[in-house]
């Protein structure tokens, strides 16, 4: 999994932790392969909102904008079927399509806070992190101003169930899955507050609520048929995530219990991988590439794994083949451009991260990347541009006003790149100005 971290900033409140999202290409697309006919039953674009996993254990699920849905990959660990995890998809698509977070933002001000980098509807500062060391600013539980943000009313948990229930049998997933995911959660309203999951303390479970939900269910009707492509998508994900979050030797004692040949494969490339096993990871992910030799995320795992190993020509095969097969995967891209800079071919890492930013600009390690190409390149007021936006989208904003001051000064007044530059500019002003009213 590329060590990708998208890090959330609520501009009222101090973090008071980091929380980082994993993000992958493989699991993106997965996830969006089960969200996609969620979304569009809640009349959402699955263009527009994308599906991102949190790096934490707990068990939550949440939206704090109209485009991300955000799901620990904790709760992916515990769900048993595409449904379950359907399910709390429809939730939190509910939440978007009844209006409750645009709402929220409405009452929170701040709504062209950072407008000029197009970030999602001012409370959020997006994508931060880099190489090894991901990193960067989030949601802090500890205050109560973001609690207060994150906690749905009585009437949002009940609108949320309704819709949620209405948009899974529209897109032929069984309903029933909410009911099992309310399982996970039985007993947690008798909890302390501190001992419960984060999302019970969001998503308040009451048996007045779960009597509701069975009604909804039964309204609707439990007759769908299995839906083999979802139950697939969801053995990927939750058997990639798992490998990626559990010890090795707990994965490669568990290869083949998703069912699938390949994931089995993919699971064992990750554990040998991560175990620093280069030849054996090599050959389990060659096996998974011989099952499914158009997949392309196959062969971008294939990357990762002679990236880790050093191995930086070979990696620019496997990722130049990545790209073949989904020329418009941003992460692909900016995996392909990752290992041309490694091994010195400046211009065409460039090109390639220059269109990854194009698709995708909230890739932190991306920018940092690309401001290297850019710098090689002798592109110095690119490089200070780039890095600037690194900063703001990791809500380090004094820092990133520092180098949008010197980009300012380096690139043509009145440009595209320099007008980009001033929308940094404003945003680290306009955050300074926040911070000394405080």
């Known amino acids: 999994m590329g060590a990708i971290v998208l890090a959330l900033a609520l501009l009222l409140a101090q973090p008071a932790r980091a929380i980082e999202l994993l993000r992958d290409a493989d699991v993106e697309y997965g996830l969006a392969q089960l969200a996609s006919p969620i979304l569009r039953a809640a009349g959402l674009s699955p263009a527009q909102v994308k599906v991102l996993v949190v790096n934490d254990g707990n068990l939550n699920a949440f939206v704090v904008s109209n485009d991300v849905i955000f799901i620990n990959h904790g709760l992916i660990n515990r769900a048993t079927s595409a449904e379950m995890l359907q399910a709390v998809l429809a939730h939190e698509a509910a939440h978007i399509a009844n209006g409750h977070i645009t709402r929220r933002m409405t009452n929170l001000g701040n709504a062209r806070t950072l407008a000029g980098l197009g970030l999602a509807l001012a409370a959020v500062a997006a994508a931060a992190g880099g190489g090894d060391a991901a990193a960067g600013l989030a949601i802090g539980s500890q205050s109560a101003v973001q609690r207060a943000f994150l906690k749905h009313t009585r009437a ?3 609108s949320a169930d309704q819709s949620g229930v209405r948009f899974m049998r529209a897109a032929g997933a069984d309903p029933r899955g909410f009911l099992e995911v309310m399982e996970l959660f039985r007993g947690q309203d008798v909890l302390s507050e501190a001992r419960q999951d984060p999302y019970a303390r969001s998503h308040p479970l009451s048996r007045d609520r779960l009597r509701a939900m069975e009604a909804f269910v039964a309204a609707y009707g439990t007759g769908v048929a299995p839906n083999p492509t979802a139950a697939y998508w969801f053995a990927r994900v939750k058997g990639k995530i798992s490998a990626h979050t559990r010890a090795p030797k707990w994965t490669l004692k568990r290869t083949g219990e998703s069912g699938y040949k390949d994931v089995a494969f993919l699971r064992e490339a990750v554990a040998e991988s991560r175990q620093s096993r280069t030849k054996q990871a090599l050959r389990a992910i060659d096996n998974a590439i011989a099952t499914r030799p158009g997949d392309p995320f196959f062969h971008a795992a294939k990357g990762d794994i002679l990236m880790d190993a050093r191995q930086f020509q070979s990696a620019v095969a496997a990722y130049g083949q990545a790209v073949k097969l989904s ?29 990854a930013r194009v698709i995708d600009f909230r890739d932190g390690t991306m920018l940092r990347d690309l401001s290297v190409a850019y710098a090689k390149s002798g592109q110095n007021g690119m490089a200070a541009l780039v890095t ?51």
């Open 327 to 355: 020329p418009r995967d941003a992460l692909l891209l900016a995996g392909y451009g990752r290992a041309l800079l490694a091994t010195g071919n400046v211009t065409a890492a460039r090109t390639t991260l220059e269109q």
């Open 156 to 158: 949002e948990e009940s």
């Open 388 to 438: 600037a936006e690194r900063y703001a989208l990791s809500g380090r904003m004094e820092d990133a006003g520092i180098h949008a001051k010197r980009a300012s000064g380096l690139l043509a007044t009145g440009s595209g790149p320099w007008q980009r530059a001033q929308d940094v500019l404003i945003a680290s002003e306009r955050a300074e100005k926040r911070k000394k009213r405080r």
